[in-house]
């Protein structure tokens, strides 16, 4: 509680009266006169102190609570309030909405009890919901989805033509001319077809095959036959190889074929994805270690693939693992459990509100404009900026799969 205590002018005002009173009175013995004592002072003041709550500003987390993609959201969520606790900023108020019951009524809710920047949501189709009511305040979505971005919505997801971009430049300076593709159908495969095509256009090198696919095994399988120009490979070569409809091979003079079109190949897929294209690439002429393989950032997700010897040598791109693994180690002391790789965005979003706080007024809007620092940002993920669509531009690294780990084989940048 505030006690409000009269004020110093005042005491110096009654003290000299009183005072003088009683001189007055000491210095005449008659006849006695009555004192008039002064006023007494005005009574005193209780201000009650108000809840910590309407002295910060809120910011609100949607993510996925229950439902398919709980634990994602929950991992999220969690790092997020280990950034809060980290920093020790008192001047933020966290509070998490589950987006899986609807992401509209839980923005609505979140900007109903005062929030004046949203983290989150987590995928596009809730960004896109959770936009039509957000009312102009910033959302900082976790989606990978460029074409959401503009307006008040950045995107912090990884996004695939920068890690493509990245292991393609990367191939082109160990001597790679000639590269391949194989790209899931669908609106992902577009975007990684398009920024491989411009990668390899912008390093030099010449895409000599493309080829795309569903993920029905007998796609796949002709998605590799037409990538490798087996079939002219074949005739070409002094004995052919017979490869029946099923994939099996009848007669084999592999060996004797001339060798792909191509020097590295590009699965634009999940790792455990990737790995499903190796046997048809030997039946086709096309062995372990005989190309380089190029994955995408999804690979980073999956550790698993460390020991898949297969893929021994493969390369991708990705952020930085080296602070996330020191946050995983934390992650799991507090909470008992491995966190999702995306953990990192929940914790980052957080560090990247408090560094423009200093700016955030109470009660004011926030301050988007500070997003847009040209200097740019610093996380668990690395170095990062906002372009001027709102996409988050990453310093990436390049790994390769090694003998049971990943090896990191070009360090991000530390900087732009």
Not at 25 to 54: H, Q, W, Y
Request: glycine share 10%; net charge positive; hydrophobic share 45%.
């Amino acid at each position: 509680m505030h006690i409000l205590k009269p004020l110093p002018a005042l005491r110096q005002v009654f003290q000299p009266l009183v005072v003088g009173l009683l001189l007055l009175v000491s210095a005449c013995a008659a006849p006695e006169r009555k004192v008039v004592a002064p006023p007494p002072p005005p009574p005193v003041a209780v201000v009650p102190d108000l809840p910590p709550e309407i002295r910060q500003n809120r910011v609100a987390l949607l993510v996925p609570l229950t439902g398919a993609n709980a634990p994602v959201g929950q991992s999220i969520a969690n790092a997020a309030s280990m950034a809060l606790l980290d920093l020790g900023d008192s001047s933020i108020n966290l509070r998490v909405y589950d987006t899986t019951p609807g992401p509209a009524a839980a923005a609505s809710r979140a900007l109903a009890e005062g929030a004046g920047v949203i983290l989150g949501p987590l995928l596009a189709g809730d960004v896109r919901a959770v936009a039509a009511v957000s009312g102009g305040v910033p959302l900082l979505s976790f989606s990978n989805d460029s074409s959401l971005a503009g307006g008040n919505i950045f995107i912090l997801g990884y996004q695939p033509d920068q890690a493509i971009s990245r292991v393609v430049a990367y191939a082109r300076s160990r001597g790679v001319e000639r590269f391949a593709a194989l790209v899931p159908a669908g609106i992902y495969g577009q975007r990684v077809q398009t920024a491989f095509v411009r990668a390899v256009a912008a390093g030099g090198g010449k895409t000599t095959a493309l080829a795309t696919y569903t993920r029905e095994p007998s796609r796949m399988g002709a998605a590799v036959r037409e990538v490798t120009a087996f079939d002219t490979r074949n005739r070409a070569s002094a004995v052919g190889t017979t490869v029946r409809s099923d994939g099996s091979v009848a007669s084999s003079t592999a060996t004797k074929l001339p060798p792909p079109p191509f020097q590295a190949l590009l699965i634009a897929d999940s790792g455990s994805n990737a790995a499903q294209f190796l046997p048809a690439l030997s039946r086709f002429g096309v062995p372990p270690g005989s190309v380089t393989l190029l994955g995408t950032e999804l690979w980073n997700n999956e550790p698993g693939l460390a020991t898949a010897a297969a893929l021994r040598g493969a390369m991708f791109a990705t952020v930085s693992d080296g602070n996330f693994r020191t946050l995983a180690s934390r992650y799991k002391t507090r909470h008992g459990s491995t966190p999702s790789r995306l953990a990192s965005l929940g914790y980052d979003a957080v560090l990247l509100v408090n560094s423009v706080a200093g700016n955030w007024k109470l009660g004011e809007a926030f301050p988007t404009a500070a997003l847009r620092s040209r200097q740019g940002f610093s996380g668990i993920d690395g170095a990062f900026r906002f372009d001027a669509s709102n996409i988050a531009l990453r310093a990436l690294e390049v790994e390769q799969i090694g003998e049971g780990r990943f090896k990191t084989v070009s360090s991000a940048p530390a900087g732009f």
